[in-house]
């Protein structure tokens, strides 16, 4: 009779947000990984219905602490959209330069704090801390410098209160930005640093297969704007995501799951799917460092995402000193915007990967209905599929060693479990 073999987690760590897995073995067959994630829905698709259109970005940014702006720039890009508002060019900027801020400063929690004790042995980054104490410093000034970059774009570090429908409440002076010069110079270089220093790592085997999903753009590398492609030929705006993309209800979990229509099939978002279809957009600078860090055009190992990452820290630093060196003030903070009826779609591509918002407002602005799809909610399928494949190349592991190399698969996707459950279904029968 085969040996069962069962391997639980009842908490991750270094995730953001409450999840668990379970891992059943039967001798050297898996036969069943669940990625379960058991934070109480937090209803913030409920919570937006009755309110104003121009709560929106408020309202969203409350659901993560560590990217509110991409929640902010999915809600007014939906928004502005279905009003027919146009931002001026330095208005766009200015956002583009607040979304660098929030890269920098989630892109350096996530390498520093959260991923790299893995690959070094560590459990977390205290200890990581006391033997190398330089790394963990350079992490920290740069998370500094990022969330420097959102106070004063964006009001605060955490929840920015400057951005709105429209523009901005308040834009800040060239003053104000060339004080940011320095520390992101000195970041830039950090950031080079961090390539380097992640590309020396030992990484595990994995290719994942199927399709990537990222927005690209002709002009930039996508962040704030974009449309939706997928390396098996998709491309669409934003107003046809719905029509190719699904979420589904799994027991085991308080976030829904994303797949492809066509196919039923996982697919992945973030990092990866952003590098390798537009990797021919990152600076002279950004291609240079991911190419001595052994990183060709396309890049489909999980494991190296911390990586991918690293060369997204040197793209957003060059993207910010650019911004502040081109930066003119707009003639006024906001664009006017009166409602307009109907259905709005945005998306952007926050650090965790791609985030759709759709919503309906009628002629006084009240927002009837809303969807939110998280980077997480749509990761998860691939992130157990990933589970799978290597456990089954390890089975033979004991099972400590076995359960630490599925944390840290679960943290190459640096999941926001927070972000994924927000979503209310209420079936009643009544008889």
């Not at 720039?73 to 979304?99: F, W």
């Not at 704090?113 to 033997?131: K, N, T």
Request: charged share 30%; hydrophobic share 40%; glycine share 6%.
């Amino acid at each position: 009779m085969a040996e069962r073999r069962t391997i639980v987690t009842e908490y991750l760590a270094r995730v953001e947000g409450e999840g668990a897995l379970s891992v059943s073995i039967a001798g050297k067959q898996v036969e069943d990984v669940e990625l379960r994630i058991f934070e109480p829905p937090r209803f913030f698709e409920a919570f937006l219905r009755g309110r104003s259109f121009l709560e929106a970005p408020d309202i969203t940014a409350r659901i993560c602490g560590i990217c509110p702006v991409a929640y902010q720039t999915s809600a007014v890009n939906a928004l502005e959209s279905l009003c027919r508002v146009e931002v001026p060019e330095p208005i766009r900027l200015l956002r583009r330069l607040l979304y660098c801020g929030e890269w920098i400063e989630s892109h350096a929690l996530h390498v520093y704090m959260l991923h790299a004790p893995d690959f070094l042995g560590y459990e977390s980054a205290i200890d990581l801390a006391r033997d190398a104490p330089a790394a963990v410093e350079r992490g920290l000034a740069l998370k500094r410098t990022g969330n420097d970059v959102m106070r004063v774009v964006g009001g605060r570090e955490i929840h920015p209160v400057n951005f709105r429908v429209g523009g901005f409440y308040r834009v800040p002076t060239r003053d104000e930005l060339r004080a940011l010069a320095g520390p992101l110079e000195r970041a830039l270089e950090a950031s080079l640093e961090t390539v380097r220093w992640t590309a020396g790592f030992e990484f595990p085997e994995r290719t994942v297969e199927g399709d990537l999903v990222a927005l690209t753009h002709e002009e930039d590398y996508a962040i704030e704007r974009g449309r939706i492609r997928s390396s098996g030929g998709l491309d669409l705006v934003p107003a046809e995501y719905e029509e190719h993309f699904e979420e589904l209800h799994v027991e085991r979990s308080n976030a829904l799951q994303s797949r492809l229509r066509s196919s039923g099939g996982t697919y992945l978002c973030g990092p990866l799917a952003r590098y390798s279809l537009n990797s021919a957009q990152l600076s002279p600078l950004a291609r240079e460092a991911a190419a001595e860090a052994g990183l060709g055009a396309e890049c489909r190992d999980p494991f190296r995402s911390i990586v991918v990452r690293s060369v997204e820290l040197v793209q957003a630093c060059e993207e910010a000193l650019r911004a502040i060196e081109a930066y003119e003030e707009p003639d006024r903070p906001a664009e006017p915007v009166e409602p307009v009826p109907g259905v709005g779609y945005g998306v952007s591509e926050a650090p965790r990967g791609l985030l759709y918002h759709r919503y309906r407002i009628d002629d006084e602005g009240t927002i009837l209905e809303a969807k939110i799809v998280p980077p997480t909610s749509q990761n998860q399928l691939a992130i157990e599929d990933d589970l799978r494949d290597v456990v089954a190349r390890n089975v033979e592991l004991p099972d400590d060693a076995l359960r630490g190399l599925c944390e840290q698969t679960i943290r190459n996707y640096d999941p926001c479990i927070s972000c994924a459950t927000h979503f209310l279904t209420l079936d009643i029968e009544r008889k």
